[in-house]
Structures are given as C-alpha cells and as structure tokens.
C-alpha cells in the first residue's frame, strides 16, 4: 500500500508560482517513478510531468514546457512541482502518482494522491 498526500495549492493571480509537494510513505520511493496529473472541470485527467526514481529522466507535457519543474528528494519521499509563470488555464486539481516505470500515460500509474486544487486568476 501506497499513501500520497499532495499540498502547496491555492489560489495565485496570473504569472504567479506556486510549488507543490508530494509526500510518500509505505513504498521504496527511491525505486519508483513519479508523476503529476491535473484535471480541470468538465475535462479529462492530463499528464503534467515526470520524474524517474534517480531524477535523472524527466518529462513534460507541452503546455508547461520552460514553465514547471518536476524534482524529488529520495532521502525525504518528496516530489515537487515548481509552478511559474502560472496562467488561468493552469487552473484544475492537481494529482501526483506514482510508476513501477517511468511513463507518460496516467493508466501505467498505480497509486494516487487525493490531490490539491490550484486556481489561477485573470
């Protein structure tokens, strides 16, 4: 069993950052990949980044290209995402999860945050 608390949301006006945090416990945290997910009302689940289990391969999503940061601290089971230049359309519940591999596609994650909601304002 895997538990993940995100936290870090809130509500920042437009070219804003926020951070957010993933704490795990219960897995090797090392081992595993993490990811971020983020889903807006009315829409589906995307992809937002990823990091493998030594940092060193990481992946984005396009529309956060140059604006987030994906990084993790194995020694504290922490992953973050560093959120600048954050724009309304950013605005959904943002999710982290975890990987046996790393991956881009929500369906190879098998456990999941309860997630935390980011608003941006105009």
Not at 45 to 64: C, K, L, P, Q
Not at 82 to 103: H, I, W
Request: contains cysteine; hydrophobic residues 35%; neutral net charge.
């Amino acid at each position: 069993q895997v538990q993940l608390v995100e936290s870090g949301g809130g509500l920042v006006q437009a070219g804003g950052s926020l951070r957010l945090s993933c704490a795990a416990s219960g897995r090797t945290f090392g081992s595993v990949t993490m990811g971020w997910f983020r889903q807006a009302p009315g829409q589906e689940r995307e992809f937002v980044a990823a990091i493998s289990w030594n940092g060193d391969n990481t992946g984005y999503a396009d529309s956060v290209k140059g604006r987030f940061t994906i990084s993790r601290n194995n020694a504290d089971n922490t992953v973050y995402l560093q959120m600048n230049c954050l724009k309304p359309e950013d605005t959904a519940v943002y999710y982290c999860a975890s990987s046996p591999r790393f991956a881009v596609v929500g369906g190879l994650y098998d456990y999941w945050g309860q997630g935390t909601q980011v608003t941006v304002s105009s």
